[in-house]
């Protein structure tokens, strides 16, 4: 079957956002357990904004967050993929790797399976030296995936685009370099 996926893994292929991905999305950013981490629920236009900025860095840089899909039914299930940091933390100027599934596709590996292949993407034919992630320190599931792939904590920061009396302020940082991802894949 042809397909348009720039990469894939055993079960999920990564491909640019299509029309057809915006409403599943918007969807997705609207709901409440899904954004628990995120300092709001998006309406539908915020949601095309944030596709409209995926697409531009991926314009710009040849990277994005990419719209992710099930190759057994071709259902799309979120996004994963990386972007350039941009705020004045270690790694700026260096590229995050990140997530966010819609919750019926939770606790199936499917975060973790991207996350790696997106690693190796990464690590491989886009030619990263290193690679950083990062989140609230109240989001042990994600904070689960970055340890599971292989990334080291560097730190703990203060999010300079949140409030202070936001819960999600205080942040973790991991990073993974790519000599020490091939050695995680090899093992």
Request: with cysteine; aromatic share 12%.
């Amino acid at each position: 079957m042809e397909t348009d996926y720039l990469f894939e893994t055993q079960r999920l292929g990564f491909r640019s956002w299509k029309t057809q991905d915006r409403e599943p999305f918007a969807a997705m950013a609207a709901d409440q357990e899904v954004m628990r981490y995120f300092p709001k629920t998006l309406m539908k236009d915020e949601a095309d904004l944030l596709i409209d900025r995926f697409n531009a860095h991926f314009e710009d840089k040849g990277y994005t967050m990419w719209a992710v899909e099930r190759k057994e039914d071709r259902a799309f299930i979120g996004f994963i993929g990386l972007l350039e940091i941009t705020m004045p933390i270690e790694g700026q100027g260096a590229a995050e790797i990140g997530w966010r599934l819609d919750k019926r596709y939770w606790k199936q590996g499917y975060a973790l399976e991207g996350a790696k292949g997106c690693l190796a993407y990464a690590f491989g034919p886009l030619d990263m030296a290193e690679v950083y992630s990062f989140t609230s320190t109240t989001n042990l599931p994600s904070e689960t995936v970055m340890k599971r792939i292989g990334m080291k904590k560097v730190g703990e920061f203060e999010h300079p685009k949140l409030d202070s009396s936001s819960p999600l302020k205080k942040h973790v940082l991991y990073k993974i370099h790519r000599l020490d991802a091939v050695k995680e894949y090899e093992e």
